[in-house]
């Protein structure tokens, strides 16, 4: 195999199936295919649905053996979980999920660069590499990692959940980045080197605009994935550095018969993700197939 | 030892001439630092466990660490608790992704498909891949499958079923329905992104050479789907696999262990009883476990993902 074959297998390793606009067959809105998709979308949505339900009613009224559907809203769950201190863990969630969100786009975006649009020899590789660190079972690492945060003091810090969440997410942004990067028109770049712009001139005005999107959605699922990680933050973290999901188990211990409130706390810790995965949909799909899927 | 061997490329002719060695450092250059990082952070704890896996080490006794070479994964391989988490964690695993993944088609069917709301619909339907594990189980732990105050009790009160208690009677199909409503959306999107980018045309030839619905499906949307099933069930098991949170929140791995599964039960062990060298032996052999299974699945990818591609 000459490397110019391996660059093209490369190139098509990450471009989808072009997209066929042939018009579809016009087929006018079913109504029975309606009617089963809006009750399956309902099911599934259900549980969320009733969650957010459950958050503003009173403990009696959550609990009940016929469940009430129509009651007056109150908002006294949620006074009761922002009393219960779930701010700083709501600012050690927020500190995680940015600073490695930075830190994943400044690693992966130069190395994305490297293995599309000038790509390095044993292009593959490195790929299969990072995408392997995705395959290992993080429970094997969790006892080196909670040691030498031990002996480092690092238990307890926020600085070493950003350190594993950058680790965690890099992988999925490298290819990620790659699948926009390959995107990128060869004519422009050429121009560029035409013109004899200088490598630093053609990523900043060529390049980054083209995949400026890209970047955003990259961010998009690494904030997901960090907000909701649980595992590090349970083993690594007590007092100082807990983040929302740690709160929240912590809060079943303490309030564990109240339906409501933890509804209420559930619903806070859930609907910022909620939100943004609404609203960049197809980007998501794009991010959780390792950019093999616009 | 912890990367999984992709098949060699063969390299270019060796050209030892030193300018030729700058350049291929310049263009390595902005490689290295994520490369340098992902290897420390996440293939340095794999050397060092491997390393304790041959100590015997118990965290809260300072100085008993000591060499005891494979006496760990002795231990592992007689411990009936080891192997009861191991099948558990494949039944989850398999069970997870094999429903989720038939779900998931039979949804992107019907969301390929144009009703009334189908936007909507569709977001309804990704949320649950959205809500945080942590949250989801708890919400599925309480307000769903409560004995008493659950709403499926209620719901299936008519059929004659009262205050049954789902997650002491059956804990693991109970963490494995929060893992496949988590997990559903998941591989319905990837499926439908399938679905969307098939020809129509052919379809639509063959719809007018007389083929029936089920035939087209099964002669033409199907192996087309092919490399998307394949993708999102190597994805889902990669996540599944790992699965901790669901198992955390509902059932602690209980009754005994019977809910359990490896992540869960090493991390009792290092945690909770304290054996470093016993968790590591467990790690050691899990990821010699995922290495094997790992290699096939990333071949599956490749070829998913590489030759056919221009062709499709």
Same mark, same amino acid.
């Given at each position: 195999?000459?490397?110019?074959?391996?660059?093209?297998?490369?190139?098509? *390793?990450? %471009?989808?199936?072009?997209?066929?606009?042939?018009?579809?067959?016009?087929?006018?809105?079913?109504? =029975?295919?309606?009617?089963?998709?809006?009750?399956?979308?309902?099911?599934?949505?259900? =549980?969320? *649905?009733?969650?957010?339900?459950?958050?503003?009613?009173?403990?009696?009224?959550?609990?009940?053996?016929?469940?009430?559907?129509?009651?007056?809203?109150?908002?006294?769950?949620?006074?009761?979980?922002?009393? $219960?201190?779930?701010?700083?863990?709501?600012?050690?969630?927020?500190?995680?999920?940015?600073?490695?969100?930075?830190?994943?786009?400044?690693?992966?975006?130069?190395?994305? @660069?490297?293995?599309?649009?000038?790509?390095?020899?044993?292009?593959?590789?490195?790929? @299969?590499?990072?995408?392997?660190?995705?395959?290992?079972?993080?429970?094997?690492?969790?006892? =080196?990692?909670?040691?030498?945060?031990?002996?480092?003091?690092?238990?307890?810090?926020?600085? &070493?959940?950003?350190?594993?969440? &950058?680790?965690?997410?890099?992988?999925?942004?490298? /290819?990620?980045?790659?699948?926009? @990067?390959?995107?990128?028109?060869?004519?422009?770049?050429?121009?560029?080197?035409?013109?004899?712009?200088?490598?630093?001139?053609?990523?900043?005005?060529?390049?980054?605009?083209?995949?400026?999107?890209?970047?955003?959605?990259?961010?998009?699922?690494?904030?997901?994935?960090? /907000?909701?990680?649980?595992?590090?933050?349970?083993?690594?973290?007590?007092?100082?550095?807990?983040?929302?999901?740690? @709160?929240?188990?912590?809060?079943?211990? $303490?309030?564990?018969?109240?339906?409501?409130?933890?509804?209420?706390?559930?619903?806070?810790?859930?609907?910022?993700?909620?939100?943004?995965?609404?609203?960049?949909?197809?980007?998501?799909?794009?991010?959780?197939?390792?950019?093999?899927?616009? | 030892?912890?990367?999984?061997?992709?098949?060699?490329?063969?390299?270019?002719?060796?050209?030892?001439?030193?300018?030729?060695?700058?350049?291929?450092?310049?263009?390595?250059?902005?490689?290295?630092?994520?490369?340098?990082?992902?290897?420390?952070?996440?293939?340095?704890?794999?050397?060092?466990?491997? /390393?304790?896996?041959?100590? $015997?080490?118990? !965290?809260?006794?300072?100085?008993?660490?000591?060499?005891?070479?494979?006496?760990?994964?002795?231990?592992?391989?007689?411990?009936?608790?080891?192997?009861?988490?191991?099948?558990?964690?494949?039944?989850?695993?398999?069970?997870?992704?094999?429903?989720?993944?038939?779900?998931?088609?039979?949804?992107?069917?019907?969301?390929?498909?144009?009703?009334?709301?189908?936007?909507?619909?569709?977001?309804?339907?990704?949320? =649950?891949?959205?809500?945080?594990?942590?949250?989801?189980? #708890?919400?599925?732990?309480?307000?769903?499958?409560?004995?008493?105050?659950?709403?499926?009790?209620?719901?299936?009160?008519?059929?004659?079923?009262?205050?049954?208690?789902?997650?002491?009677?059956?804990?693991?199909?109970?963490?494995?329905?929060?893992?496949?409503?988590?997990?559903?959306?998941?591989?319905?999107?990837?499926?439908?992104?399938?679905?969307? %980018?098939?020809?129509?045309?052919?379809?639509?030839?063959?719809?007018?050479?007389?083929?029936?619905?089920?035939?087209?499906?099964?002669?033409?949307? #199907?192996?087309?789907?092919?490399?998307?099933?394949? !993708?999102?069930?190597?994805?889902?098991?990669?996540?599944?696999?790992?699965?901790?949170?669901?198992?955390?929140?509902?059932?602690?791995?209980?009754?005994?262990?019977?809910?359990?599964?490896?992540?869960?039960?090493?991390?009792?062990?290092?945690?909770?009883?304290?054996?470093?060298?016993?968790?590591?032996?467990m790690g050691v052999v899990v990821v010699v476990a995922t290495i094997i299974i790992?290699?096939?699945?990333?071949?599956?990818?490749?070829? %998913?993902?590489?030759?056919?591609?221009?062709?499709?």
């Amino acid at each position: 195999m000459t490397s110019a074959d391996i660059s093209t297998a490369e190139a098509g *390793l990450a %471009s989808p199936a072009p997209r066929h606009v042939t018009p579809r067959k016009k087929r006018g809105n079913s109504l =029975p295919l309606g009617i089963v998709g809006w009750v399956v979308g309902i099911v599934f949505f259900f =549980p969320v *649905l009733w969650m957010v339900l459950t958050s503003f009613k009173t403990e009696v009224q959550a609990y009940t053996n016929t469940p009430h559907l129509f009651f007056t809203p109150t908002l006294t769950q949620y006074k009761a979980v922002f009393d $219960s201190g779930i701010w700083p863990y709501v600012a050690n969630s927020a500190f995680a999920t940015i600073v490695s969100t930075i830190l994943v786009l400044l690693l992966a975006t130069p190395c994305a @660069f490297a293995l599309s649009l000038r790509p390095v020899r044993k292009t593959r590789d490195v790929l @299969f590499f990072f995408i392997s660190t995705k395959m290992l079972p993080v429970v094997a690492a969790i006892i =080196p990692i909670y040691i030498a945060a031990r002996d480092l003091h690092m238990l307890d810090n926020i600085f &070493t959940l950003v350190i594993l969440y &950058t680790a965690m997410n890099l992988p999925i942004a490298v /290819w990620m980045m790659r699948s926009f @990067f390959l995107e990128v028109p060869g004519e422009l770049l050429e121009a560029a080197e035409m013109d004899g712009a200088p490598l630093r001139r053609t990523v900043t005005e060529v390049i980054l605009p083209v995949v400026a999107p890209g970047l955003a959605a990259t961010a998009l699922i690494c904030c997901i994935f960090s /907000w909701n990680e649980f595992f590090f933050a349970v083993n690594l973290t007590a007092t100082q550095a807990a983040t929302v999901p740690v @709160f929240l188990v912590g809060f079943i211990s $303490s309030e564990g018969l109240y339906f409501a409130q933890l509804a209420a706390a559930a619903t806070v810790a859930t609907l910022p993700v909620i939100l943004a995965g609404w609203v960049a949909q197809r980007q998501l799909v794009r991010g959780l197939s390792f950019g093999a899927i616009k | 030892m912890t990367t999984i061997a992709p098949p060699v490329a063969a390299a270019r002719p060796a050209r030892a001439r030193p300018d030729r060695r700058r350049q291929g450092w310049v263009r390595r250059a902005p490689l290295l630092p994520a490369l340098v990082f992902t290897i420390i952070v996440t293939q340095l704890p794999f050397v060092l466990t491997l /390393w304790y896996s041959l100590q $015997s080490w118990s !965290l809260v006794r300072p100085g008993s660490q000591h060499f005891v070479g494979f006496a760990n994964y002795v231990d592992v391989f007689q411990d009936s608790q080891f192997r009861t988490t191991a099948l558990n964690t494949v039944i989850m695993t398999v069970g997870t992704v094999l429903i989720a993944m038939v779900i998931g088609v039979a949804l992107a069917l019907l969301l390929d498909r144009k009703f009334l709301g189908r936007g909507i619909v569709r977001t309804l339907l990704i949320t =649950p891949f959205l809500v945080m594990p942590v949250a989801g189980a #708890l919400v599925w732990k309480t307000i769903m499958l409560d004995p008493t105050f659950g709403i499926v009790n209620f719901l299936l009160r008519p059929f004659g079923i009262g205050h049954f208690n789902w997650i002491g009677s059956f804990p693991l199909g109970s963490v494995m329905i929060e893992m496949i409503w988590q997990w559903t959306p998941f591989m319905m999107l990837l499926v439908l992104a399938g679905l969307q %980018s098939q020809p129509k045309d052919i379809l639509e030839a063959a719809s007018t050479d007389g083929a029936r619905p089920l035939q087209i499906f099964r002669e033409l949307t #199907l192996p087309h789907l092919r490399r998307y099933i394949e !993708l999102g069930i190597v994805l889902g098991a990669i996540y599944v696999v790992n699965e901790f949170d669901a198992v955390y929140m509902m059932t602690q791995g209980g009754p005994g262990i019977s809910s359990a599964n490896l992540p869960f039960y090493i991390y009792q062990r290092a945690f909770l009883g304290f054996q470093v060298g016993q968790a590591a032996a467990m790690g050691v052999v899990v990821v010699v476990a995922t290495i094997i299974i790992a290699t096939f699945a990333l071949r599956l990818i490749f070829t %998913s993902f590489s030759g056919t591609e221009q062709a499709a």
